[in-house]
């Protein structure tokens, strides 16, 4: 069946759109959706291990997310910077435009200014930026890129990262892989203890996750690409195990990329621009955690192709209905 972009629309009162997390985050509310009998449970976050199959493997993105967004003159200015090209340029969303002209420099402080070397076609900038991006005059105007429904607020920025990041990492996703927001230190000591193994891959989550599906035939829908990783250690764990729970699309993403480009798991590292929509053939994926995604999204879409889209629209309306929390930092759902 083909599905177009309005098949994928619902309406979402305001205030059920999480502007912080649940605290502890672990107490976030847990949707359990059983695809073999339909049936809807409703719990917390924190009785998952009650839920997910013994001997199964949580895949887990363990990506940073990098205070990316530069602001300037109490944010009228805005430099967001989506690739550092070397320690002084770099490619960059602007705010206000008319203030960065190709061959022009900016003031942005006393101390720090950006030089326009060229505009590609979707206003995209590449700045070289003075001082370089290591000097200290940085510091207090590095923000966290916070999605566009959540209001900015910096003392929500460790919240906005997974306890399980990558510490040796100094950050490049553009977004935290939400799923994984619910996980608190001591659940994953529980996991660890249990029979359940653990596995972490890396995707660095783009702004192309936030892009708007534009055309209403979803098929023409041009994806956004991402980089990914799987090490050789996570790849041999992936290639033994009997059945995979994937935490996050963007987990999702990487194993069924992984398995499209070769017939095991082994260790690949590249971009992906896969698009998961209704009628996909899952060849790795058994079971997903993930959040509650916005209208017409790809998300949304991913969503549906592993549960089915009548199912899906079952699934949100119980959501809506039940007053669950919406988004980045709202309430997660267990599909198995």
Sequence with gaps: MSYTLSDFDYDLPDERIAQEPAHPRDHARLLVYDRATGEITDDRFYNLLEYLPQQTTLVLNNSKVKKCRLLFDE????VFILERLNNKTV???VRPGKKFKKGKTTQLTD???ATVIDIDDEGIRTLELSPSLDHPAYSQHKYTPFPPYIEQNES???E???VYADSQESGASKAAPTA??????????DITASSISRAEVTLHVGLGTFAPVKTETIEEHTMHSEW??????TADKLQKADHITAVGTTSVRVLETCLRQQDQFSAINMDTDIFIRPGFEF???????????LPKSTLLMLVAAFTGYEEMQKIYQHAIDGEYRFYSFGDAMLIL
Excluded: P, V, W
């Excluded at 994984?180 to 000591?189: I, N, Q």
């Excluded at 990914?228 to 250690?233: A, G, R, S, Y």
């Design 75 to 78: 944010g009228k200015k805005e």
């Design 91 to 93: 490619r960059a969303m």
């Design 111 to 113: 101390d720090i200014s």
């Design 156 to 158: 929500l920025s460790e």
């Design 160 to 162: 906005y990262q997974t």
């Design 180 to 189: 994984g927001l619910h996980f608190s230190d001591k659940l994953l000591s």
């Design 228 to 233: 990914f990783e799987i090490t050789e250690q």
């Design 283 to 293: 060849q790795a994926t058994d079971a997903l955690i993930t959040n509650f995604h």
